[in-house]
């Protein structure tokens, strides 16, 4: 392909996927399980930062050396073959990329209703707000109902959404964070962990990193340009750390920025989801009326997050029919004719996609007036979204041993080094959800990635390559 890009587009495009609604959805959650300790807030911010650049640094030296990969599925095939690579996309197919689209959906009604006053979640009475799962659930068939039949009108919004997401984030973060400096609330906070009164949540902090993963994924998707950058060799991992940098410096103002509401109780009250933090410290330092036109904007990052999600996942199954593999290939690599788009592939795509969303809000937040009965059975209590990502970061692990085999024309240090960190760093965050989660959760969803696998065997089929 042809070499159109240099490392300004490259830093930039790392941004822009890394940068989402993550922040403002698990921020909050974060200050929460941390008690309000907002050091270790920041901690985990620059933790699990740490952690996907090391990460995305394999995977750019992967890239480098096979032009041709164009995302994980890729990596995976250059690294193992391609069995090992239809696994990886069969997951991401049906779990990962799904599960994280309706938590976005419901994530994104939860904002939105949080502009009328409306509580998503009644955690006093134990109830979901049927309002919010229905707007979710708009919200996500909308999604998918898009980009299935003009998938140039979502692109487009792809576009718009995300020069909208950066908003917020650096006005919080510089008029913040300047804001709690100068009144004294920022001391204020940082002094409350110090006080007889203050008692973290046990296991709260490796909570947060797994958590807060949430924020970070996409940076797989900017390595995926390899093939269309100049020098690739040098720019790709010069674009991802620059790039993860930058996304760090901005999350910690952001979460730093907090602190300008000046009351610890506040921030942990918005456990557990944190969805009203944002809104309050607007509200605190710009009023009401300013406070409400950024939450618009917040709501509309959500969005786009879901979006961009949606846009991957109506080609996920069209790409493994391209490979000869999955479900009935002829039907699902099918191309509709009139928009010269994969219809049949979005609708399976959406049907699981609702499969999601049902199981998020019935089964792992109890469904209306229900929550705690199905929640509270710690074998079905994993969260879909966190869970999927550390999962994917497990997949990861085969792909890292391969480059240490295979690579023998490369030095120590790109060879053995790198790749060994990058081992280091997905098993850290294995570490994190068994402690923060616990046995339970984490065998329970063992279980039931290994019935998908299995059925997911039955389709397999032979490769094209």
Known sequence: MEKRYGLPTAISMVIGIVIGSGVFIK???????????????????????????????VFAELGSRYEKVNGVVDYAEVALGPSYAYYVGWFMATIYTPALCAMLAFFSAMMFLQLFGISAVDFANGQVNSVAIGVGAGFLMLGYAINALSPKIA?????????????????????GTIAGLVNGTTLEVLNYVNTPEFVAPEGGFFKAIVGFAFAYEGWILATSINAELKDAKRNLPLALISGCLVTIVIYALYIFAMSSLGNVDTIIATWPFGETLPRLAFS????NVVGTVVYVFITISCLGTMNGLIMAHCRSFYALSARGMGPAPEFFGDIDKQNNFAIKSSVLAMALGGF???WTVMVWMGGPGLFGAVHNIQWLAWEPDEIGIICLYLMYIPMMI???????DLGFFRRFVLPVLGLGCCLLFCYAIWVGYGAQQCLGFAVFFAVVMLIGKLFKGKSKA
């Open 155 to 175: 692109g487009k919004l792809q576009v718009g959404m995300t020069v909208i997401k950066l908003i917020p984030l650096v006005i919080m973060g510089v008029v």
């Open 356 to 358: 999601w969303y049902a």
């Open 284 to 287: 605190n330092l710009f009023g």
């Open 402 to 408: 391969g480059l240490m085999v295979k690579a023998k």
């Open 27 to 57: 921020g909050g959650k974060v200050l929460s399980l941390t008690g309000g300790n907002m050091l270790q807030g920041i901690a985990v911010v620059g933790i699990v930062g740490l952690i996907c650049l090391i990460c995305s640094l």
